[in-house]
C-alpha cells in the first residue's frame, strides 16, 4: 500500500458525460500527478501540482482540468466524454518540493470506462 | 526528447529461472533520474528503484538487481530465481531536468513465471 489513495475504484458512464476523479497524497508529502494508461497511449504524464498550484502539464485534453484542494487533496474532472478516453488513471504523489527526481508513489488506480 | 525504449514486449520463464529486462533511455539532460516500476495484475503500479545520473554503482536487493551503465544508456532490472509472484508488468522510466519532475515511461515489458 503506496499510502496514496484514489476513489472511485471503477467508473462507468456514457459518452458525453463528466466525471470527477479523485486523489488523496500520502501524509506529508505536496505534490500531486496525474498520469493515464490507455493500450494505445501507454502510460501518459497529464498534470502536476505542488501546495495548491499547477506546476506542469503533459499531454492534458482541454476537456480534462484538475486542481489541488488546500487540504491537498486533487481533483480531476473530465468533461464530454469520449470512449477514446477510457483508461486507467493514476494519481501519484511525491514528498517535498515537485521538482526532477523525486519518487513517485502512485495510487491504486480510477478504471473508467465510457460506453 | 526524452524517451524510453523497452524492447521486450513479454518474456515467459519457468519460476526459479533467471531474466532480465532491458531498458534503454535517451536525454540530453546531464542530470536525470531512472525508475523501474512494477505493476502486478492488480494493477497498481510499485516503486522499485530510483537511480540518479551520477550514480553508476549496481544496485542489488534481495532477487532484484540493476545494471546501470551510461556508456550504453542502459538501466537493466535482473530478476534472480524467479518465482509465480514476479508475474507483472515492468516498466522503466525517465524524469530529467527540461521535462519538469513528469516520467516518462517506456511501454513496459510483461514478465510472465510460470511453474
Known amino acids: 500500500d503506496s499510502g496514496v489513495t484514489q476513489t472511485p475504484k471503477h467508473l462507468i458512464t456514457a459518452t458525453g458525460q463528466r466525471v470527477t476523479l479523485r486523489c488523496s497524497p500520502r501524509?506529508?508529502?505536496?505534490?500531486v500527478y496525474w498520469y493515464q494508461q490507455s493500450l494505445d497511449q501507454g502510460l501518459q504524464f497529464l498534470i502536476q501540482?505542488?501546495?495548491?498550484?499547477?506546476?506542469a502539464k503533459g499531454n492534458i485534453l482541454e476537456r480534462f482540468s484538475a486542481q489541488q484542494f488546500p487540504d491537498l487533496h486533487s481533483e480531476l474532472n473530465l468533461s464530454s466524454l469520449e470512449l477514446g478516453d477510457s483508461a486507467l488513471y493514476f494519481c501519484?504523489?511525491?514528498?517535498?518540493?515537485?521538482?526532477?527526481?523525486?519518487?513517485?508513489?502512485f495510487g491504486p488506480g480510477t478504471r473508467l470506462l465510457v460506453l | 526528447a526524452q524517451k524510453v525504449t523497452q524492447a521486450q514486449t513479454e518474456i515467459s520463464v519457468v519460476e526459479k529461472e533467471d531474466v532480465t529486462l532491458d531498458c534503454v533511455y535517451e536525454?540530453?539532460?546531464?542530470?536525470?533520474?531512472l525508475f523501474w516500476y512494477k505493476q502486478p495484475p492488480s494493477g497498481e503500479l510499485v516503486f522499485l528503484i530510483r537511480?540518479?545520473?551520477?550514480?553508476?554503482q549496481n544496485e542489488i536487493s534481495g532477487r532484484y538487481s540493476w545494471n546501470f551503465q551510461k556508456s550504453t544508456s542502459s538501466f537493466n532490472f535482473t530478476i534472480t530465481a524467479s518465482q509465480v509472484v514476479d508475474s507483472a508488468v515492468y516498466f522503466c522510466?525517465?524524469?530529467?531536468?527540461?521535462?519538469?519532475?513528469?516520467?516518462?515511461f517506456g511501454t513496459g515489458t510483461r514478465l510472465q513465471v510460470t511453474l
Open positions: 536525454t540530453r539532460d546531464t542530470t536525470y533520474y
Open positions: 501540482y505542488y501546495n495548491g498550484e499547477e506546476r
Open positions: 501524509s506529508g508529502d505536496l505534490s
Open positions: 501519484a504523489s511525491s514528498v517535498r518540493n515537485g521538482l526532477v527526481g523525486e519518487t513517485q508513489y
Open positions: 537511480r540518479n545520473s551520477f550514480d553508476e
Open positions: 522510466a525517465l524524469s530529467a531536468t527540461g521535462t519538469a519532475s513528469k516520467l516518462t
